[in-house]
Nanobody
Framework: QVQPVESGGGSVQAGDSLRLSCTTSGRTFSSYAWAWFRQAPGKEREFVAAITWSGLTTHYADSVKGRFTISRDNAKDTVNLEMNSLKAEDTAVYYC????????????????WGQGTQVTVSS
């Protein structure tokens, strides 16, 4: 139904920050919950963070709590991931994905995937 587009990836040093953005135009953006996943080479895709359609509730993987912040602006059809205190283990392709229905704590039913943006953190 929608095809999100990620941007903001790049190469940084450990301890630095990046802000990823995800945008999907259309009438239905505000109806979707949104999440960020990531996948490193040879690794399984991993949940990072999620936010409800209202933006009032968020959920984070333990590995990024206190460092990453997910937010959304329905007026701009945009969801963001602010990444601080980056570590080498954060290196991965980051994907934006949405869904309608289901709790954001369920990490297995996301279905509207973007193409991903590369984040590389050097130590």
């Amino acid at each position: 139904q929608v095809q999100p587009v990620e941007s903001g990836g790049g190469s940084v040093q450990a301890g630095d920050s990046l802000r990823l953005s995800c945008t999907t135009s259309g009438r239905t953006f505000s109806s979707y919950a949104w999440a960020w996943f990531r996948q490193a080479p040879g690794k399984e895709r991993e949940f990072v963070a999620a936010i409800t359609w209202s933006g009032l509730t968020t959920h984070y993987a333990d590995s990024v709590k206190g460092r990453f912040t997910i937010s959304r602006d329905n007026a701009k059809d945009t969801v963001n991931l602010e990444m601080n205190s980056l570590k080498a283990e954060d290196t991965a392709v980051y994907y934006c994905v949405g869904k309608i229905g289901g709790p954001i704590t369920n990490t297995h039913d996301w279905n509207q995937w973007g193409q991903g943006t590369q984040v590389t953190v050097s130590s």
